[in-house]
């Protein structure tokens, strides 16, 4: 399914981000514009019809705090809505929120919710269903991995029916942030147990669509919700339809089941060319924000020593990766930051090939051929081999893990490759610690805060920081960075963030990729921005869904 609201972290059914050349013929290089395919002629939009979509993976369960998956966000997102959500240009403003003030140097928010907002059942959304959320997620008990920025609140004070403030005890660099977060029905979720609520997989949201439809491990069918705040949207029908396979969809996308996918770049560059494809579909390229990474579980004998992880970093050539597994469209990453943005350290280099390098660090840490062009070996005669684990149909991670097995292998090293399927990769392999290393994704959020994926706090069961990367130091940043207002003052901070990953290499970062969505001409009302295509999502509309009288612009 195509990212439709930025609004948290998402684990990595992503396919986001980056900037290069293909090889074999030029890339188009605007942000995201479309290919050589012209725009169809404007026209005034119509309701009705259905989108269907494609994602590689199901839902885990449709309550956002409990679900850090892309694939329950994605879902989540067009089901409830936020006090404040991002525009096109990736700015936050105002959404279940009328308005909010940011009083006394940035300790004190009060908010003012609309009124007429209504949950899908017909009851009024107010301050209190807020009230509800923060609630449940400072509660101890709620298993969500999104707690910390709400336990930054000091006090929050309802001060009317639509109306609430909240005051911190020093200014938060993400106190705004917070309230980008979904806002829950209290009145069907109190008392609930929520690890067994019906309404994980039946919810009841204020959004501008209500899940109709669950057909497990086939599909989800989303409809317009008529009594949406923002105005009812314009498609009648979204059907998300699991596909766990890239091939597979791509396949399901020429036989006319599938309006749009997130094409890789081999399909992008050499499988989509044609007068019969450019009739029927437009493509789009543009700098998203995301990596993928090999993450290493640093309980695991084999990379508890930071001399191997750093070898590993210069055995592989981030260069040879994007050009083998994305065609040139990408760069190679240095860390968890989008190039070109105020955080972003340039000064760190991404690829540091150095096979040379890497077979001295192994030897300083202990790892020896026995035998020439033999495995590698500790002093007790224990091979170096490991498996990495990555989520079954993702092909580019797979292509990348294969990359890896084999410049890993001219060390020594014997590497075995195991995909899984979505939900069970996470559930059974990543929340509880199960893995030798992964190759993954993040996206990459508008504040630069990394605190719930690096923090030692949250290297625990079902914390986010899975690989148990535990660092004083980064501790002490990640606590200074978030309670700072001014960037001038931050960016030093998130500097040495970044050098300490370089350092100590917790990941190993691969690469940040190109997003290259391609939808079918029929669905208008596409608007390339900043935030992608899918900032206006609601206002796509379907040519010819219905006859009769078009709409009125707005």
Not at 14 to 24: D, F, H, I, T, V
Not at 155 to 175: C, H, I, M, N, Q
Not at 216 to 230: I, K, M, Q, S, T
Not at 395 to 408: E, H
Request: charged residues 25%; aromatic residues 10%.
């Amino acid at each position: 399914m195509l990212q439709m609201f930025p609004l948290v972290l998402l684990w990595g059914l992503l396919l986001l981000a980056g900037c290069g050349q293909g090889e074999g013929r030029p890339a188009p290089s605007a942000a995201a514009a479309a290919s050589a395919v012209p725009a169809p002629a404007p026209r005034l939009p119509q309701l009705g019809g259905r989108l269907v979509e494609a994602s590689i993976g199901e839902p885990s369960n449709l309550i956002p705090p409990l679900a850090s998956d892309s694939a329950s966000h994605e879902v989540a997102d067009l089901i409830y809505v936020a006090l404040l959500k991002y525009d096109k240009n990736i700015n936050l403003v105002p959404s279940a929120a009328e308005s909010y003030e940011i009083l006394e140097d940035g300790r004190l928010l009060r908010f003012r919710l609309r009124e007429g907002i209504r949950w899908t059942d017909g009851t009024p959304l107010t301050a209190r269903d807020v009230e509800f959320t923060y609630r449940l997620m400072i509660d101890p008990k709620t298993p969500t991995a999104y707690a910390e920025d709400f336990l930054a609140v000091k006090e929050f004070k309802l001060t009317g029916e639509y109306s609430f403030e909240v005051r911190y005890d020093k200014p938060f660099a993400r106190a705004l942030v917070t309230w980008a977060h979904a806002i829950l029905p209290r009145h069907l979720l109190e008392g609930q147990d929520l690890l067994k609520t019906p309404l994980a997989r039946k919810p009841v949201g204020a959004g501008p669509y209500m899940l109709k439809e669950w057909t497990a491990g086939d599909r989800l069918l989303l409809v317009a919700n008529p009594d949406y705040f923002e105005g009812r949207a314009y498609i009648d029908e979204v059907v998300l339809r699991i596909i766990p396979d890239q091939s597979t969809q791509f396949m399901e996308l020429k036989s006319g089941n599938l309006d749009t996918i997130n094409l890789s770049p081999q399909q992008y560059l050499y499988q989509t060319e044609g007068q019969d494809w450019t009739a029927s579909f437009r493509k789009f390229q543009y700098v998203a924000s995301a990596y993928t990474y090999l993450g290493f579980n640093l309980k695991s004998r084999l990379f508890a020593d930071v001399r191997v992880r750093r070898a590993i970093n210069h055995a592989l050539d981030k260069d040879e990766i994007v050009r083998g597994v994305l065609a040139g469209l990408g760069q190679a990453a240095n860390g968890p930051y989008k190039p070109g943005t105020w955080a972003f350290n340039a000064a760190i280099p991404a690829n540091e090939h150095d096979p040379a390098r890497a077979r001295r660090l192994l030897a300083e840490a202990g790892w020896m051929r026995r035998i020439p062009d033999g495995p590698l070996m500790d002093k007790d005669g224990r091979e170096f081999a490991f498996t990495i684990l990555t989520n079954q149909g993702n092909s580019q991670r797979i292509k990348a893990a294969i990359i890896v097995q084999s410049r890993l292998k001219a060390l020594g090293i014997k590497v075995e490759i195991r995909t899984v399927e979505w939900a069970a990769f996470i559930k059974e392999f990543v929340d509880k610690g199960r893995f030798d290393a992964l190759i993954l994704g993040w996206n990459i959020v508008q504040d630069p805060d990394l605190f719930d994926v690096w923090h030692s706090s949250k290297a625990v069961p079902g914390g986010l920081n899975f690989v148990g990367y535990r660092n004083p130091e980064l501790d002490d940043l990640l606590e200074r960075g978030r309670r700072m207002l001014d960037q001038k003052k931050r960016k030093p901070i998130y500097d040495r963030i970044q050098e300490i990953f370089h350092e100590d290499q917790p990941y190993c970062f691969l690469y940040v990729p190109k997003a290259l969505p391609m939808v079918h001409v029929r669905v208008q009302g596409i608007e390339p921005a900043p935030a992608g295509i899918t900032h206006n999502f609601i206002r796509w509309w379907i040519q010819g869904a219905k006859e009769g009288p078009e709409l009125t612009r707005e």
